[in-house]
């Protein structure tokens, strides 16, 4: 059964979601703040969490820089009545997986934790253990690590392993938006270009001086050169 650490300071939304969860066959350990979310984090670790972002004592994004120090592997999604552009880009740069605004549909929010759960299988198995090389930078899938050519190793989150397997895989060509949210993100997986975006900025930061190897193709999408 999957575990789901939900955070969530809005009593009556938080006994909502709980609620929706369990019907779906999740075990679910609800926090009212993000102080007791990352007690409760450090006491089991989730299969997955979900984070308000504006919550009392901690907010979401302390929570999931927190949590990112400690793990890089765990899915994290932040819900939230703030959905700008900046507050995406801050969520998604922090190391989250995916940003619901709020009001909350869960078919969406169910339908997220599937495609997350999916992926964290996916790159769980025997795919981890592969060792490759992107622009001169070493990337460990079993150990979720990049060591780029010009400075110290980089822990690397799910979505960014993705993303370098997918690109590795697929060597000078170009690869649209939707090819790589399908590779990585899931098909039939609905998000803005931002999100994609901004992972892939967080990857050419982690490939250091192997960054030039990633290519923006104004227009189509990106690519891979060796």
């Known amino acids: ?18 609620l929706a969860l369990r ?35 901690k907010s979401g994004y302390d929570v999931c820089s927190e949590i990112r120090r400690r793990d890089d592997l765990v899915p994290v999604i932040f819900l939230s009545a703030k959905s700008s552009d900046e507050d995406v880009v801050l969520g998604l740069g922090l190391g989250a997986d995916d940003f619901i605004a ?20 996916r790159v769980g198995g025997a795919g981890r253990q592969d060792v490759f090389v992107v622009g001169g930078a070493r990337v460990d899938a079993k150990r979720f690590a990049v060591l780029p050519p010009d400075g110290p190793e980089q822990a690397l989150t799910i979505r ?3 993303l370098l397997k997918t690109f ?11 090819a790589l949210l399908d590779a990585v993100w899931g098909e039939n997986y609905f998000a803005a270009s931002r999100t994609l975006d901004q992972h892939i ?6 490939l250091g001086a192997a960054a030039g190897c990633l290519e923006t193709v104004r227009g189509a999408g990106y690519r891979f050169r060796p």
Request: hydrophobic share 50%; aromatic share 4%.
């Open 1 to 18: 059964m999957t575990d789901i650490l939900l955070a969530e300071d809005d009593e009556t939304l938080r006994n909502a979601l709980v």
């Open 23 to 57: 019907s779906e066959g999740y075990a679910v350990r609800a926090c009212k703040d993000g102080a007791e979310a990352l007690a409760a984090y450090a006491a089991s670790r989730p299969d997955l969490v979900i984070l308000d972002v504006m919550m009392p004592k």
């Open 102 to 121: 709020k009001p909350v549909r869960l078919d969406v929010l169910f339908a997220r934790i599937a495609v997350a759960m999916k992926w964290t299988r």
């Open 160 to 162: 960014e392993l993705g």
């Open 168 to 178: 590795a895989a697929h060597p000078g060509e170009v690869l649209s938006r939707d």
């Open 201 to 206: 900025v967080q990857v050419r930061k982690k």
